[in-house]
């Protein structure tokens, strides 16, 4: 079952909500927030205008990327689950958060699966060669 907006028939398609919507401006305004007071330390300290342009430019661009990253590494929870396997047509997704998905863990990836064609973890022994 995949959940909804308050209000969404089931044929609707998914509308993200306001706060969904404003996510990415609240990263780029507090990496703006971090950059202009590196620039007024910059500029208090030294005067100088090309120094501070410089430190605000580079405080700006790495504070984005370490928040882009940061959020790229939370889990998502069930609702975005299922809201990318919806988007995506794959079906629900897993009927618990921390099931594994179907496929998930049938070999080890890269083919690094032992030669005799079971891979690792297996409860079924592996028939000897003719």
């Known amino acids: 079952m995949t959940q909804q907006n308050p209000g969404q028939s089931p044929r609707e398609p998914y509308q993200p909500s306001r706060r969904e919507l404003l996510r990415p401006a609240e990263y780029v305004g507090g990496a703006a927030i971090a950059a202009i007071f590196v620039g ?30 940061l959020q790229m590494a ?7 689950q299922a809201e990318l396997a919806q988007s995506t047509g794959h079906g629900a997704g897993p009927a618990t958060p921390g099931a594994p998905a179907p496929g998930a863990g049938d070999a080890p990836a890269g083919g690094d699966a032992p030669a005799g064609g079971s891979a690792s973890g297996d409860d079924e022994p592996t028939p000897p060669a003719n």
């Open 40 to 69: 007024v330390v910059v500029l208090v300290a030294t005067r100088d205008w090309m120094l501070t342009l410089i430190g605000t430019g580079g405080v700006f661009i790495v504070v984005l990327m370490v928040l882009a990253l």
């Open 74 to 80: 939370l889990k998502p929870d069930a609702f975005e």
